[in-house]
């Protein structure tokens, strides 16, 4: 049983509007089960994935996601796990004068995350004042 996809426009007014009134939501799962009461009061056969709703959120103007990450034995990421942008070395010197990678960071999203503590556990969408 396949669900209606909605349009990324209206998906990204409704998250718009939810985040107007809340300021805050705590969790992707949270912001995407509002944006899915939102969606099934136009059409109950609307259906969307936390993973969705993430990534429309991105594109919306003055919108932060911060990230908490904990350890992961996975190898290092080469895209950032919120955007899927390219993710950049952060580079320290050592006590010898080297320089040697201490963390990852992107420059669209801002996730930044250090050698160990880099896969993402919880996803926190604030909407910035202009």
Sequence with gaps: MGGKIP???LVKRIIYYAMKKRGVVHT???LAEIVRKELQKLNKKFTITPHRVRK???QIENMEV???TKK????KPKKC??????LKPIYAKNLLGE?????FKCNICHYHADEKM???MKYEFRLLKK
């Design 28 to 30: 992707q799962d949270e």
């Design 118 to 120: 880099f896969a993402p």
């Design 7 to 9: 349009n990324p426009e």
């Design 72 to 75: 992961s034995n996975k190898p």
């Design 66 to 68: 911060t990230v908490k």
């Design 56 to 58: 429309i959120a991105l």
């Design 81 to 86: 796990p919120v955007c899927g942008s390219k």
């Design 99 to 103: 320089k040697v990678t201490v963390g």
